[in-house]
């Protein structure tokens, strides 16, 4: 490790209060830190106590772990560095809000290793419909019709305020997906009508 990430890693471990070494063996893994020291910063200010805080830290290292080797399996090692670690980022959150591993997979997969900053807003939309409440087939289905339609991160913002109003309405996942479609035409469809205009 070059001598300015330990310093960095001091600098971070030293303001946040926080246990260095977990951020170290996070920097030395190829793990971002700021997921790391965020939970361990938090945890000190809410004055969580120590064995559970550090119980809270090798779950996030494990899921940074996880998001990790899918980036690797679905080719997302050579995209720059800090989008890769934001979208692990992401993606290690999502787990542990419970988005099914073949869920995140999948939608790594669709992406084919590039459009990671689309990836990364796909990811956080399926977290944010799994704490809604919406059921795991629905939230994979989702995740996987936002990547493969191209959506932009507006467009999932319209498509999650969409989603919010239909389950709190009481709709289905089914019926929330299909009506999302007649909604909001796919990406060939939006080209076409650019094209013609």
């Avoid at 084919?112 to 399926?126: D, F, K, L, N």
């Avoid at 796919?186 to 009508?193: L, P, Q, V």
């Amino acid at each position: 490790m070059k001598p300015c990430h330990w310093l960095l890693l001091l600098f971070l471990a030293t303001n946040a209060g926080a246990e260095p070494a977990a951020i170290e063996t996070a920097a030395r893994e190829g793990l971002p830190v700021e997921p790391v020291r965020s939970l361990i910063a938090e945890g000190q200010a809410k004055k969580v106590p120590a064995a559970e805080l550090d119980a809270a830290v090798q779950r996030r290292l494990a899921a940074l772990r996880l998001a990790k080797g899918l980036l690797q399996e679905t080719g997302y090692t050579q995209c720059p560095a800090a989008q890769r670690q934001g979208l692990m980022g992401a993606v290690a959150q999502a787990m542990e809000s419970r988005v099914s591993e073949s869920a995140l997979h999948e939608t790594l997969r669709a992406g084919g290793g590039s459009r990671t900053m689309r990836v990364q807003a796909v990811v956080e939309a399926g977290e944010s419909l799994q704490l809604l409440g919406v059921d795991e087939a629905t939230v994979a289905a989702l995740m996987q019709d936002f990547v493969e339609r191209s959506l932009g991160r507006g467009e999932i913002l319209r498509a999650m305020q969409f989603i919010s109003q239909q389950h709190r309405s009481g709709m289905t996942g089914s019926q929330i997906r299909k009506s999302l479609w007649q909604r909001l035409p796919d990406s060939s469809t939006r080209e076409n009508n650019n094209q013609t205009k």
